[in-house]
């Protein structure tokens, strides 16, 4: 089991990969996640993590501790994921994903501060 980075009375941080630890949670006992990942810049973490991952790499490792975020999140939880604003609008909130529980999340189709469009083109629909 891993040991909490901090813990206070409104609850605990941890510093390591998502994928260790929340595969071994309950479905449904996180209030909040907030996750911080590594934008895939080629940055040296010192750790072995490889942050120079092809795109198509990248996002499926994304989708996964995405989908176990989303797993152990309680009914109405809130899930922070901090990202450059090219990953969130290019990749990140143009896909909808589907997730092991059956549940589709459809992307964000506009800025709700800017209005610009989110979408890749104009002919993408998302059901």
Not at 17 to 27: F, G, H, V
Not at 32 to 60: E, H, V, W
Not at 98 to 105: E, I, N, P, R
Not at 111 to 120: D, E, K, N, V
Request: proline share 7%; glycine share 8%; charged share 20%.
């Amino acid at each position: 089991m891993f040991e909490p980075t901090f813990t206070t009375q409104h609850g605990v941080l941890f510093e390591e990969d998502a994928l260790n630890i929340l595969p071994s949670l309950q479905s449904g006992v996180m209030d909040c996640i907030f996750a911080d990942p590594p934008f895939n810049l080629g940055k040296n973490y010192r750790n072995g993590f490889q942050a120079n991952l092809d795109t198509s790499s990248y996002f499926t490792w994304c989708a996964e501790w995405l989908q176990e975020g989303a797993r152990v999140l309680k009914p109405g939880g809130a899930f922070f994921v901090y990202a450059t604003p090219e990953l969130a609008i290019d990749e990140g909130l143009t896909r909808p994903y589907a997730l092991s529980d059956g549940k589709t999340y459809a992307p964000i189709r506009y800025c709700p501060f800017c209005g610009r469009s989110l979408m890749r083109s104009s002919s993408e629909i998302i059901k």
